[in-house]
């Protein structure tokens, strides 16, 4: 796992060997230990380069060992060795060096990295901290401010920025590891005292306090609840304030309580459910590494509203050629700045040119003629879709994809309007398309496992995380959030307010609670759909029938608002007030609680006290028990699916591992237990009632989320 070699005849090379990212496993560690001990007692080396194969430095510590019983010689004092070795130590960066990677490189005496190589303390984001010296090296070496950057936000640095904040010596475009080889036959035998990072002091500002309270209080506002970013700060703390020895048992101290969090297991599988998304497989048997995708080089967007625009924008900053149609005069004015406007600032973050050649507009729909893609983000109206996808069916080429946008609508429908049904899936992307990481590709019955796989592998291109996805209303995200909005109305009817229930979901780490979120993306917009759907009913009629639709609660209050044209921000009113319209700000609105009062009064409710458990327990389990259902329905292939689309597309916190695996975490039998409570207490809510696999599940004696896929496949075959 670790291979020394001599070269140049007195460089000891040593090349990491575990693919695919070198990281630092129980053998590989035991190769290192066993390479620099050869390397330090042979004495024709003179020093020794410490590389990693196949392009790639060193990942860090495995993750997989976290959860095991974790054996071989540990890395602290593996690097400690290293730092202390008087012969001269250089790394040579190429590809990543990552958490354990980059403290490996921070004990040795030197660094040379590749241009392209990126670095970064990543611990943070697996909710740990750099435990391997990190946390004290590195204020050391860059200073306090830099070093709580990097290792608060587990941010990646390019190397030109590592040049520059001072954590390596050298940059080259060359062969990293010749450039290396070059260094440490330059360094050989020269003094080693004023490279062992250990040793510095560390360079502090003057008001440390007052730092570290700031940096605090920041940190905990963004932290939504997760723990490893404050433990991050008071392992730094203690680089800033301790000797380094003591500072290091501080690291371990605080590594330990972060190591069993539920937070770093939550996290852990987030890192793991992000790559499995990526293996995606249908009902059909049809998978990821037996589908082809064709590459695409020319698509096109259809409809430049809001989502058109961020589409149209994402696939020009892929690279590829774009036309952008809008038949709309007024809209597709606007449409051409708007999108201008969007690539430029773009541009601007990242330092590049504006991909504005990339995109030709048109406003006739012929213009799409000859693309290899297209995405239709028309208005999400039924009709106006098939029209669409009857026209793309006669005017593009042969083989042409016909993806669309909807973010509910039957896919399988709209296949239906075409010549070729086998070529249509959904892309349903997230607002502003062109920044929301998320996509889920939505296949219908009979999309072809080669349009599946194109629309995953473009969503890749274009730096999303894609989510392959059966077909029904709503798909998984949006099907999960019905259930979890429905509880939050039958919660204000019963006696909660806006701030309470907000207060509850935005403490468990919610960016944004379920009332500022619908009043950001607009009442109106589930309005029109309810209205689609025949359920809403103008006029305040009184009784407990008022509050039944076809045969189930209903809460009209969404509906109530928007009569009274409160859409929320665009109109400065909603289940908050603001300043002005398009403000953003939410604030109390008296109007609005002698409204719920009064609809109270109307309805013959009488309030009750409700507490946060309340408001998490119905709404998070009702959406949870939908993820179930869907997971049932064979919709979702497994619960890493879902997790990564709440995780992604709905802002669940991160740290919580999204709905499955929180529910995992709970424990399925007090879910269960929970849903049954709710269901008897409110038996017209279907959605409470807790789903048949759950229940199968917990029956089976609750298997952890990465045994579920199996049991779920085993549960089906005995069906
Ligand atoms: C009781 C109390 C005890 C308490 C004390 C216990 C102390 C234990 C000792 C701790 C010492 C601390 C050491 C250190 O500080 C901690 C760490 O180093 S944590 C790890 C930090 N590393 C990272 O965050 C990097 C993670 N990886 C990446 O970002 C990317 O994989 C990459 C390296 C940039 C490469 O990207 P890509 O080329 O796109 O490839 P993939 O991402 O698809 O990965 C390919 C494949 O490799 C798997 N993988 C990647 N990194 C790791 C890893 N570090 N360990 C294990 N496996 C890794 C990845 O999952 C993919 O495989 P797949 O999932 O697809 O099968």
Same mark, same amino acid.
């Given at each position: ?483 979890? @909005? *429905?509880?939050? /109305?039958?919660? =204000? ?6 701030? +309470?229930? &907000? #207060? ?111 408001? @998490? *327990?119905?709404? /998070?389990?009702? =959406? ?6 869907? +997971?049932? &329905? #064979? ?85």
């Amino acid at each position: 796992m670790a291979q020394f070699t001599r070269v140049s005849r007195s460089v000891g090379l040593i090349t990491l060997q575990n693919p695919p990212v070198n990281a630092l496993s129980a053998v590989a560690r035991q190769g290192i230990v066993d390479a620099v001990k050869r390397a330090l007692s042979d004495p024709k080396v003179k020093s020794v380069v410490i590389c990693g194969q196949n392009g790639i430095f060193c990942g860090g510590a495995d993750i997989k060992e976290f959860g095991t019983n974790i054996t071989g010689p540990p890395l602290v004092p593996m690097i400690h060795a290293i730092e202390a070795s008087n012969k001269p130590v250089v790394a040579a960066i190429e590809g990543s060096a990552f958490g354990g990677g980059l403290e490996l490189a921070l004990g040795c005496h030197y660094r040379v990295a590749h241009s392209k190589a990126k670095l970064g303390l990543t611990e943070v984001t697996l909710g740990l901290l750099p435990a391997a010296g990190g946390t004290q090296r590195l204020p050391r070496l860059i200073g306090v401010p830099a070093a709580l950057n990097l290792i608060t936000t587990g941010r990646h640095v390019t190397a030109a920025e590592a040049l520059q904040l001072g954590i390596v010596d050298q940059v080259t475009d060359h062969n990293a590891v010749d450039e290396a080889v070059k260094f440490a036959l330059s360094v050989a035998g020269k003094s080693l005292d004023a490279r062992r990072i250990s040793t510095y002091p560390c360079p502090c500002p003057s008001d440390v306090d007052a730092l570290f309270e700031e940096v605090m209080q920041k940190v905990r506002q963004s932290a939504r609840g997760a723990i490893a970013p404050i433990a991050c700060v008071q392992a730094v703390r203690a680089a800033a304030t301790l000797p380094y020895s003591q500072g290091m048992e501080r690291e371990q101290e605080l590594m330990a309580t972060l190591f069993t969090s539920g937070q770093a297991r939550a996290l852990q599988y987030c890192f793991f459910a992000q790559r499995a998304v990526g293996r995606w497989s249908m009902p059909s048997g049809a998978r990821w590494d037996t589908s082809k995708p064709r590459s695409i080089h020319k698509a096109a967007v259809i409809g430049l509203g809001t989502m058109g625009r961020g589409i149209a924008v994402a696939l020009a900053q892929t690279g590829l050629s774009v036309v952008a149609v809008e038949t709309q005069e007024k809209q597709f004015m606007e449409a051409k700045k708007m999108v201008s406007g969007m690539m430029e600032r773009g541009a601007k973050r990242h330092g590049t040119a504006p991909p504005l050649d990339k995109i030709t507009y048109s406003q006739n729909i012929q213009a799409v003629a000859d693309v290899d893609l297209v995405i239709e983000a028309v208005f999400e109206d039924m009709a106006l879709k098939e029209k669409v996808f009857q026209q793309l069916s006669t005017i593009c080429k042969q083989g042409t994809f016909l993806c669309t946008n909807t973010s509910a609508l039957d896919v399988d429908h709209l296949a239906s309007q075409t010549r070729n049904p086998e070529l249509v899936v959904g892309m349903h992307f997230f607002a502003p398309a062109h920044v929301m990481k998320l996509l889920e590709v939505v296949y219908g019955p009979r999309s072809s496992p080669q349009a599946v796989a194109t629309a995953m592998q473009l969503g890749k291109k274009m730096g999303k995380v894609s989510v392959a996805v059966g077909n029904c209303r709503g798909f998984v995200g949006n099907r999960m959030l019905k259930p979890y @909005l *429905e509880q939050a /109305l039958f919660l =204000l009817e019963e006696g909660a307010t806006p701030e +309470l229930v &907000d #207060g509850a979901l935005e403490e468990f780490g919610f960016a944004l609670g379920v009332f500022k979120m619908s009043d950001l993306s607009g009442l109106d917009v589930g309005w029109k759909v309810r209205k689609g759907d025949g359920l809403v009913e103008p006029g305040l009629a009184s009784g407990p029938s008022a509050r039944i639709r076809q045969g189930r609660r209903y809460s009209p209050l969404g509906d109530l608002l928007c009569e009274q044209g409160r859409f929320g921000q665009k109109t400065g009113q909603g289940w908050y007030r603001y300043d002005k319209p398009g403000s953003r700000v939410p604030r109390y609105d008296p109007w609005l609680h002698s409204f719920l009062e009064e609809y109270r009064t109307q309805h013959g409710i009488v309030a009750r006290r409700i507490d946060q458990q309340e408001v @998490l *327990e119905r709404c /998070l389990y009702a =959406l949870i028990n939908e993820g179930f259902r869907i +997971l049932e &329905d #064979g919709i979702a292939a497994g619960p890493e699916d879902i997790d990564i689309i709440y995780v992604f597309g709905y802002s669940w916190p991160r740290h919580r591992g999204g709905p499955m695996f929180y529910a995992s975490m709970v424990g399925l039998a007090k879910v269960l237990e929970r849903l049954e409570h709710y269901h008897q207490a409110h038996p017209d809510v279907p959605y409470m009632q807790p789903c048949n696999l759950l229940r199968r599940l917990v029956a089976s004696g609750s298997p952890p989320v990465h045994k579920w896929k199996e049991a779920i496949k085993k549960l089906r075959s005995q069906l």
